[in-house]
């Protein structure tokens, strides 16, 4: 095939990708969903997500329109900022359109999967995986369709044609450039989606859990506590929305990074472009095919049917991408350009697979070390555990001491990955390390996206008084994905490392004056590092402060809910009493209870919640859009050291934030999974227990609001220092 | 006066401080110990600050034989290595003798100020501020009396005639290279004694407040808590001494700094080494000086005494420091070598000064900021104190917050720094703005040293049953340093910064060919970014972690003195209902519980804090000394990269960790002064107060142990490199 006609197959495979959605969307939707109670609540669930949606995009939309304006009337050199402009409206608006589809899909799946745990696990995996592959699929296909058909066009705007073997690689890189806005469009949106629906989820879900479960001892999730349902819209707006939208950013700008650096090559240009469209296009397919292996007969292995698409995929890739590329190294080869980034030494297929395979490596290793620091009954959570029983503080002391010592090795192997990469195929191998992970995100995203269908689902079950096992069926599902969504992370991590890093050089290409070059002892860009490494405490603090705020308005919200409305209050001695003496409601008491939980004032805590949100995403989103712009226009050297100092600086607090939460998540469950050795007082409801639900609450916005923006955040600081480099220079 | 006489003063002032240092401290020792009582608690005190020096110091003794052996036996191109490591012995025994004077004096003091304070104040201000005077003067004193003698030594040895105007510049550096070891020696027990003496006294600190303060309900520093003891004894060994090898290490780094920088100077490369010299020496005369405006009347102003004595120094060093440099500019220029670091480009005396005056301005203005985050009744704490309200989640959520806000302008200051002294005297200019800041460590150290003196005459107070005014006298004393000790604060964050990018721009000047230099996007550079932004982490990690272990030791022990000795038992029910009665105890009562006192066994608890300590300070130690050398042998590229890293990420933790601390600590504090409006329960013993008790734990590691820790780290590391710079080439 030439490549003008592999060019057309790239959005081809976005709109096969999006078919699939649509598919998969209306199957789910004709699944049963139950009985009435749970379609009320989920009714309310869907309602408030959508409220919070709309609200939030309004915002957007207004930010995303004068954005564009500026970057239109921006006058540049080659004038093509309308171009830039174009791009970056098109990255938003796919960018929120893939978290809308996840979120609407998410909100169906989540009462259809409880349904359907009624009767057995494997029909309740199936509705919630489809669930999950709706959402992965519309992120893909979204991004390669948008990219795809932005990039025919830019090239035939330039007058590139991708068969003529020679075409000017200064002009190539200017259209790749122009390409950049659809990155910087994805990566802003999703640094709102995350930070809004961070601050969203994690006040709803600290409120609730502190006066449900510590001050009122009534269990999780609990009907009577008004901000549960707010804590399960949350969940879809923070970690389906807002990871849709993330990973929506993660996939473009790995694809990008390989692209740019792909235009610099000094012969065999357009097949080292070509190269990371390609090979993300056949991982849509692969993805696709990925999610026919996911399926299980009742008693079977979840764990084995979700890690069978994930790994499947996987084994499918790593030779076909071996193929795809080593066409394009043939076919450079053949036309007398043969792929070479130095004069005189070109590369060969096997040293760009040892690119993508060192990256693969690297990020399940890194996964593991992962799943290893936040999985009960390891040393780390175990640690965390036992300095639970000297109360709070030595909890709080374990947890930062782990979080701080889990950057070891992850960043030891990304220094690996980086290091061997280069060596094989210089910052172009780096840029396909990353690449070589995100290129099955499609099927990655639907095992992600699962996980929280499957916590929706319990909650919903919890609410609507669905007998325990079905609940129990739930937390099991919810249990299986942990391993692959910790895998996964590694690979977030990882390929935000590296796809920063290309990006980076990239900037250094394009804004750095050819003979000059970034010198570390410049004052200029010494000055840019420290500067640069500070931008991402700034933003964490301006994430916690937003998340320990919108938790504050909630627990005064249920407090006063508690205490004001009579019938409630009386209800919740009920629960509490009964929890505490293990016995189930009598039916006289069940009845009481469930007029009461009508009485919980439920509006008026997403309404909290979704005002908290929105208002409080503005500020660190417009850091980390205007100091990169700042900065580039007082001197490019500076802003080059700031963006290493940002990475340096921002991927240890990702890693930090991330795990640390994550080990005071399990150490708190690992403390409820010894409720039942009761005698001793150290399960659910003693002091040891009290103090690790502390840690948990502390580890909430770290692990699900500032922790993954980070990755955001460094990336699309390095995006906006690309787009602006042609005018700084 | 010729330059060889005025090298001959430099140790000479030394001498003279020494001498002052031995005047006062044998005034300390006459003045009145108070009852016998008194005398006991004080003998446990320095009896257990001692044990853990001799323990601290036979570690240390064999760590640092074994590093001089390393250093002794490595060859080098110019055979100089016995120099190095005799440079590196002599560096390691004036920082811990400094080091042990400074603490011998305080556990004198200590017990001396509090039997002063039974009369007054301006007596307990004198013997507090003259005991920590002894410890500045010995710190300065040694540090000058070391340098110097080498300097000399090693000038003849190499063959450089200082009165000559054109020695060769690169023997110059080669004699300030083998200096340095000096440097690498003070700073390497710095470290130790930080680590160890943080990991001491927050072990003790922790358990003896959750175990009281929190679960028994007992006042502060009783003496019915076994913890106690070891918590003054902590005071010492981790305020005094380690703060006084901490402002060693910072003292000769900034010194050595500048030093080696003017060495690489075009011409007039010896004057440009003199004046950092000269400025100190004089400092040091300034320093004794200032001591003599610190005293008040009864009924003065506290504060005034030190900030005259303090602002008073620095207000004669700035006309002084004028002086001195012009003297070497215009000696320079008469001998036909004006100074200057690009040719044809010479430095004038006015650019100089501008280099100091930003550096102090600067530093100022950060501990102003410092002050601001860390004071009573403003935003930052304030913030915290209302998220306690909620509980302990929201308040660790809150003080992280307002830590990593507090890195903002600190940060920005110190590139504004960076900036207009490099604009004034390039590099060699930010060295000086380091050292301005230090100067006048003499009085600085004097005022920080005499905060913990005040603190523990109020332990001594308390435990002694002292009446209630000589607490409040005590109490007084120790809070009116505080402004003072937040600018030094402001100071040792500065200058460390400042400090480390003179001593990384010597590096690369030894390390890096000519032609070559060290790019950001060279990919050993960057792996050396991100390998070395991940070593704070782990460092602090690992200094955490043994805090927590330690503390659960300590938790442990006196919980079980508290259960396991009936008379304690009894005793502590007695004091706690006497509190919660405000009420003071019957006579009966009173003998009942000194009675019980006696039972409660000390002596274990100091022991374990010491052992805890000892053991655990070595692997954090241990991993600064031997990563840059790891990674230097591997590629000097990637110890560039890594010394940038962990300058970048080091500073931000170090800021945020300390100012988090600061701040919950006074948050803390707050919610205690607000306990005489009790009605609205927000006072002591309220579950606000508790979550403010649990901020204050978790903040003390931050504060006391890992924050100020790295302040060293990242210098030792540099320094470690600069000595191993001409090995690795």
Not at 50 to 66: D, H, P, R
Not at 77 to 92: C, E, H, I, N, Q
Not at 159 to 174: E, F, H
């Amino acid at each position: 095939m030439d490549n003008q006609t592999l060019l057309y197959l790239i959005p081809a495979s976005g709109v096969l990708a999006l078919i699939y959605s649509v598919l998969t969307s209306g199957w789910v939707r004709r699944q049963d969903e139950g009985d009435d109670r749970m379609k009320g609540i989920a009714g309310s669930i869907a309602r408030g997500a959508m409220a919070f949606l709309s609200a939030e995009y309004k915002i957007l939309g207004i930010f995303v329109v004068a954005v564009a304006i500026l970057l239109a009337g921006t006058a540049d050199d080659t004038s093509s900022s309308p171009m830039v402009a174009l791009s970056f409206v098109l990255g938003a608006v796919c960018s929120g359109l893939a978290g809308f589809i996840g979120m609407r899909v998410a909100t169906l799946a989540n009462v259809r999967t409880a349904a359907a745990a009624r009767s057995g696990l494997p029909g309740a995996l199936t509705v919630a995986f489809r669930g999950g592959s709706v959402m992965g699929m519309s992120v893909v296909g979204l991004a390669l369709l948008g990219l795809g058909t932005l990039f025919t066009y830019y090239l035939s705007s330039f007058g590139i044609d991708v068969n003529s073997s020679t075409p000017n690689s200064a002009t190539l890189t200017r259209v790749i450039n122009v390409l950049a806005g659809f990155s910087m469009g994805a990566s802003s949106i999703a640094l709102f989606a995350r930070v809004g629906g961070g601050i969203y989820t994690k006040a709803a879900d600290v409120g609730a859990d502190l006066v449900g479960k510590v001050e009122a001892g009534i269990p999780e999730d609990h009907f009577l506590n008004p901000a549960t349902i707010a804590d399960n819209v949350g969940d879809n707006v923070g970690d389906v929305a807002g990871m849709g939208a993330d990973l929506f950013e993660s996939y473009v700008g790995a694809i990008l990074g390989a692209m740019i650096l792909g235009a610099v090559a000094v012969s065999g240009s357009v097949q080292a472009v070509m190269i990371p469209l390609v090979i993300a296009a056949v991982g849509i397919v692969v993805s696709i095919v990925g999610t026919s292996f996911v399926r299980t007969k009742e008693g079977g292995n979840l764990q084995l049917a979700l890690d069978g698409g994930m790994f499947g995929a996987a084994a499918i890739m790593i030779p076909l991408s071996y193929f795809i590329i080593d066409h394009f190294v043939q076919s450079a080869q053949t036309a007398g350009t043969p792929i070479s980034f130095e004069a005189g030494e070109s590369v060969s297929t096997v040293a760009l697979m040892g690119a993508i395979v060192i990256g693969l490596v690297c990020g399940v290793a890194i996964g593991l070390v992962t799943g290893f620091y936040c999985s009960k009954n390891k040393r780390p959570v175990d640690s965390i555990v036992e300095q639970s029983q000297t109360g709070p503080a030595t909890n709080i002391i374990a947890g930062i001491g782990v979080g701080f010592e889990s950057t070891a090795v992850p960043i030891a192997l990304i220094c690996l990955a980086i290091f061997v990469a280069n060596y094989f195929a210089g910052l172009y191998g780096v840029a396909l390390a990353a690449l070589g992970m995100l290129s099955t995100t499609g099927i990655q995203l639907a095992v992600d996206a699962y996980g929280p269908i499957s916590d929706n689902a319990g909650g919903i079950a919890e609410m609507s008084g669905l007998p325990p096992q079905v609940r129990e069926r739930t937390d099991n599902l919810d249990a299986v994905g942990n391993t692959t969504a910790a895998i996964g992370k590694g690979f977030a991590i990882a390929s935000a490392a590296l796809a920063a890093l290309s990006l980076f050089a990239a900037y250094r290409q394009i804004a750095i004056k050819p003979g000059e070059s970034l010198v570390l002892t410049d004052p200029e860009v010494l000055v840019g590092i420290l500067f640069g490494g500070m931008l991402p405490f700034v933003f964490s603090a301006m994430a916690m402060k937003a998340v320990g705020d919108a938790a504050m308005d909630m627990i005064t919200e249920v407090r006063r809910q508690f205490r004001d409305i009579p019938v409630l209050r009386a209800a919740l001695q009920l629960v509490a009493k009964a929890e505490e003496e293990e016995r189930v409601l009598t039916a006289e008491e069940d009845a009481q209870v469930q007029a009461a939980g009508k009485k919980a004032e439920v509006e008026r805590c997403v309404e909290i919640s979704t005002q908290a949100s929105i208002r409080r995403m503005i500020q660190p989103g417009l850091l980390a859009m205007i100091a990169p712009v700042v900065v580039g226009f007082w001197s490019p050297h500076a802003l080059g050291g700031m963006l290493a100092g940002t990475l340096c600086s921002g991927v240890m607090l990702a890693i930090f934030m991330s795990n640390a939460g994550g080990a005071w998540d399990n150490a708190k469950k690992q403390v409820e999974d010894q409720t039942k050795s009761r005698e001793d007082n150290t399960g659910k409801g003693s002091e040891r227990h009290k103090a690790a639900v502390i840690g948990d609450t502390v580890g909430d916005p770290f692990k699900d609001t500032a922790g993954p923006s980070l990755n955001i955040l460094i990336k699309l600081m390095t995006i906006v220092a690309v787009v602006i480099a042609p005018l700084i220079r």
